[in-house]
């Protein structure tokens, strides 16, 4: 795998992401054969981020992709995440799913905890800094933003409506394309993994309501639209300041 990924790191992502795809699946069928919702799906992606934490730390690539503390200029420069984190409320206008239960309120943050480190490492991790490689930052926001939100559809399998599915994948590439810009910002991966729990948590422990979803859906997108172009902005200003300097 060491070899593919200095080789070949756009593959390594896909192999990555397959891996973890076919986990989440294998996980599901166990879950709905044996009547335990999401039990054997957190128990398998429980030991996925062990063996993914194992990787990074045996071949030293933590630093090299995005495990790194954010400084206060870039915390001053990325507005402290507030547009981005303010999205992750938006779920619990919708109420808190009292028919979880204990178990179920403790089972889907256990699963959310593990869904939002997996990709976050394997789509803004191996996949953005594998297409930077060898394509550049465009098209490495881009095409990781694009990869995450598609990569959504394998929800239909898990009983998704098909509305459910497009709001979704419309949300998945606001969300993609500015998560990964804030790598591209910040140099880590840290900001997404929370953001990306915490909206996931707040969207799995409340009501289903397909209006609000909606009305959520275009609320999250324009947020992450204009701050997208804030970011971007951000990154003229780097490059003007650095044609300065050498003149």
């Not at 957190?42 to 990074?56: D, E, K, P, R, T």
């Not at 507005?79 to 179920?104: C, D, M, Q, S």
């Not at 098209?139 to 009983?159: E, P, Y």
């Not at 799995?204 to 997108?221: A, C, D, G």
Request: charged share 15%; net charge positive.
């Amino acid at each position: 795998m060491k070899k593919l990924q200095e080789n070949k790191p756009i593959w390594h992502a896909v192999i990555w992401i397959l891996m973890y795809i076919l986990v989440v699946n294998i996980g599901d069928n166990i879950s709905g054969s044996l009547g335990q919702a999401n039990l054997p799906t957190v128990v398998l992606l429980i030991a996925f981020s062990i063996v993914l934490l194992i990787y990074l730390k045996k071949n030293n690539w933590f630093e090299l992709y995005g495990f790194r503390k954010i400084g206060k200029a870039e915390l001053t420069k990325a507005l402290f995440f507030v547009p981005i984190l303010a999205t992750v409320f938006l779920h619990y206008l919708r109420g808190i799913n009292k028919e979880l239960g204990f178990k179920g309120f403790i089972l889907a943050i256990a699963l959310m905890l593990c869904v939002g480190f997996i990709e976050e490492v394997v789509f803004r991790g191996f996949l953005y800094q594998g297409i930077l490689k060898e394509s550049g930052m465009r098209r490495a926001v881009l095409i990781s933003g694009i990869t995450f939100a598609i990569g959504h559809i394998v929800n239909l399998l898990r009983g998704y409506t098909t509305a459910d599915q497009i709001n979704q994948v419309v949300i998945g590439i606001f969300i993609g394309i500015t998560l990964a810009l804030i790598v591209a910002l910040t140099k880590s991966i840290l900001p997404c993994i929370l953001y990306h729990i915490l909206f996931n948590i707040s969207g799995t422990i409340t009501y289903s309501n397909l209006k609000l979803e909606t009305y959520m859906v275009v609320i999250t997108s324009v947020v992450c639209v204009l701050y997208s172009v804030y970011m971007l902005k951000v990154f003229n200003l780097k490059k003007d300041s650095q044609k300065n300097m050498t003149v």
